[in-house]
């Protein structure tokens, strides 16, 4: 059974940094795609960034490019998203999510956590 597990989330102040967990287990984390997406009250889910199975590629949503700093341990099965000045419109539940292909379209991704809420204060 494929399991996503995201943490870190939390309230904190405009201007302010949070950094987000995923732990990943019953999957060949290794071989994904694996990427964040977000959603705010009463709005779409959308793409935030993404990371290729070996690292060697990184996507980022053009609202948090030079904020957010996605990685990867293929070892301890694990991505991180290290969110730095964040914004109230950052505010959203971020979810995690696993797939093969086309890493900026939610649709594509095959396994996704429960998300973990992000609130952003001004």
């Known amino acids: 059974q494929v399991q996503l597990v995201e943490s870190g989330g939390g309230l904190v102040q405009a201007g302010g940094s949070l950094r987000l967990s995923c732990a990943s287990s019953?999957?060949?984390?290794?071989?994904?795609?694996v990427g964040w997406f977000r959603q705010a009250p009463e709005k779409e889910r959308e793409f935030v960034a993404a990371i290729s199975w070996n690292g060697g590629s990184t996507y980022y949503a053009n609202s948090v490019k030079g904020r957010f700093t996605i990685s990867r341990d293929n070892a301890k099965k694990t991505l991180t998203l290290q969110m730095n000045s964040l914004k109230p419109e950052d505010t959203a539940v971020y979810y995690c999510a696993a797939g093969r292909t086309y890493p900026t379209t939610a649709s594509r991704y095959d396994h996704w956590g429960q998300g973990t809420q992000v609130t952003v204060s001004s």
């Open positions: 019953g999957l060949t984390f290794s071989t994904y795609i």
